[in-house]
């Protein structure tokens, strides 16, 4: 057995021997019903996506919460309150693997906003058309999360909290309950965080300002023809961009390859061209001659006629 492997069999036992105690110290504290949690703990993730996981847990582990052990008391069946937050925290985290959650924010939630429910729901309350008992409970339970975030998570921007309530909707909330959700916690952010949504309504004013007062831009007429000339010159933006996925424009090598085959096509055609051409002044030198030769050959004939004649003529006188 080699060294590493002694190493990662210890590792091992010291980790389970780790778990075991503090399954133990749980137990112990659920039993004393303390209800502290452990937020010394610095192995878990930080991100946004861990946060928001955070937030999906705790959506889930305080809908159980309230329709357990927050419905019982309300009923006041007091020896049906067996469901407690930290037990349901417990239960969540040895049955989930949960290595990518921020598990200080999820303790944080199911141990704080269990505590703070009559404040919550009162300040949720103001902003309804309806009974808090009427909503429905996964929309109760987003709800809580948000006024919670924008009471007590100042450092959250409060357009953050109203998308992450809306994604915690769309993953567990009906069709339509957006707008009960978006409404309710639009409200409360201006009664909640009334600085910072002013302080975004006059930055969103700001930008639309500036879009509206960029200056037209005029040209002279006398410039008309220099800045119609200086469009007309050739620029590198102006070229036609080659792509891949463009059957329309041609590549450099299928353009010679073209422009070589038309220019041999041409030469071609020259050639026969030049021949008939030649061909026909052959035919027309050779027209000509025996034309000129038919013409002497006559010309020849009247002259010997005519001699003819004069010498008979001699000869008779």
Avoid at 146 to 156: D, H, P, S, T, V
Avoid at 193 to 217: C, F, G, H
Avoid at 241 to 248: D, G, K, L
Wanted: charged share 30%; aromatic share 4%.
């Amino acid at each position: 057995m080699t060294d590493q492997l002694k190493r990662a069999i210890s590792a091992a036992k010291t980790a389970q021997a780790n778990d075991g105690q503090a399954e133990a110290t749980r137990i112990a504290s659920s039993s004393a019903g303390d209800q502290t949690f452990d937020m010394s703990e610095s192995s878990y993730k930080t991100s946004h996506t861990a946060i928001r996981k955070a937030r999906r847990f705790a959506m889930q582990g305080l809908y159980e919460w309230l329709v357990t052990d927050r419905r019982f008391d309300i009923d006041g069946k007091l020896g049906w309150k067996a469901n407690a937050p930290h037990d349901i925290a417990a239960r969540t985290r040895a049955t989930n693997a949960m290595h990518t959650v921020h598990i200080g924010y999820y303790h944080e939630m199911m141990r704080d906003i269990p505590e703070q429910i009559e404040a919550l729901d009162t300040l949720i309350s103001q902003h309804l058309d309806r009974e808090i008992d009427k909503l429905d409970t996964v929309e109760h339970a987003i709800l809580l999360i948000g006024a919670y975030e924008l009471q007590n998570r100042l450092e959250i921007p409060y357009k953050v909290v109203l998308d992450e309530a809306m994604k915690l909707n769309n993953h567990f909330g009906a069709t339509d309950a957006h707008k009960l959700i978006n409404a309710v916690l639009d409200k409360m952010a201006i009664e909640l965080r009334d600085t910072e949504v002013q302080a975004d309504i006059k930055a969103n004013l700001r930008t639309s300002q500036k879009v509206s007062a960029k200056p037209v831009v005029t040209t002279d007429t006398d410039n008309t023809a220099d800045t119609h000339a200086i469009e007309d010159k050739p620029t590198a933006s102006n070229k036609p961009r080659i792509s891949a996925n463009n059957a329309s424009v041609k590549r450099n090598s299928a353009s010679k390859a073209s422009a070589n085959i038309s220019d041999f096509k041409a030469s071609k055609q020259n050639d026969a061209e030049k021949e008939r051409m030649d061909e026909d002044a052959v035919k027309n030198v050779a027209t000509d001659n025996v034309e000129s030769n038919s013409d002497s050959t006559a010309a020849d004939i009247g002259l010997t006629d005519s001699n003819l004649v004069a010498s008979d003529e001699e000869n008779r006188d």
